[in-house]
């Protein structure tokens, strides 16, 4: 089966000083192919341990979708616990396509609790 994952975006808008920038993402919604069967979808309160997500039955991760539910401490994701690369802010959401074995969160500070989504590739 093809074209299960549908994501929405329809614009993205910047403006700082002289700095204008408008980008309209195409096609929107994007129609994305899952080839595994598998998916996992849960929420996770963080700590400032490093902490792996669990996928599952999931081999090979594809598309993954985070999103930081607190209101005050940021959450750091990294794909092997010691470089953490990617922060979300509070309120903050990412999707992109994961490219490693595993994912790896943890709290700047506090207990934030990280909703995540990953799908099989």
Do not use: C
């Not at 700590?47 to 999103?67: A, C, E, R």
């Not at 010691?82 to 700047?108: C, D, F, Q």
């Amino acid at each position: 089966m093809a074209n299960e994952i549908t994501v929405n975006l329809s614009s993205i808008s910047y403006t700082k000083g002289n700095v204008v920038i408008n980008i309209t993402p195409t096609p929107s919604p994007a129609v994305l192919s899952a080839t595994g069967l598998h998916s996992v979808h849960d929420t996770l309160s963080l700590s400032t341990s490093d902490t792996t997500l669990s996928k599952g039955n999931i081999g090979t991760m594809g598309w993954i979708y985070l999103k930081n539910l607190d209101n005050t401490n940021n959450i750091q994701i990294s794909d092997d616990g010691t470089v953490y690369a990617m922060m979300l802010k509070p309120g903050e959401y990412s999707w992109v396509r994961w490219n490693a074995a595993a994912i790896h969160a943890k709290a700047t500070a506090g207990t934030p609790q990280l909703e995540y989504a990953i799908f099989e590739d």
